[in-house]
């Protein structure tokens, strides 16, 4: 009944940038944690950047020392949606991006449910 649609990916030259997006839709009361992973060819999923909290103007955001400086997650509440802005980006960080999110609905009350997108291919060519 939740669902994560990612959007935004696409071929970029290196150096180049790409906006992101991630938008939950079903049956939900409320966003907790929201991330973007990522999985290159042959390799573990791994963590790009996270923004915690469920009120956008009070929230934490955490990136993997790779990205930090180029790279921007936002969220906007109203619009159950999170972004990633990458800037420079490196021909090593292509993949296929997924966005994760933990989501309360009726069913799940008091709790959250891990949500993942469908993902969306990033490929940067040197």
């Known amino acids: 009944q939740v669902q994560l649609v990612e959007s935004g990916g696409g071929l970029v030259q290196a150096g180049g940038s790409l906006r992101l997006s991630c938008v939950a839709s079903g049956r939900i009361l409320s966003i907790n944690d929201m991330g973007w992973y990522r999985q290159a060819p042959g390799k573990q999923r791994e963590l790009v950047a996270r923004?915690?909290?469920?009120?956008?103007?009070?929230?934490?955001?955490f990136y993997t020392d790779s990205v930090k400086g180029r790279f921007t997650i936002s969220r906007d509440n109203a619009k159950n949606t999170v972004y990633l802005k990458m800037d420079s980006l490196k021909p090593e960080e292509t993949g296929v991006y997924y966005c994760k999110a933990q989501i309360t609905t009726r069913s799940t009350w008091p709790g959250a449910y891990t949500y993942w997108g469908q993902g969306t291919q990033v490929t940067v060519s040197s």
């Open positions: 923004i915690t909290g469920d009120d956008s103007t009070n929230y934490a955001d």
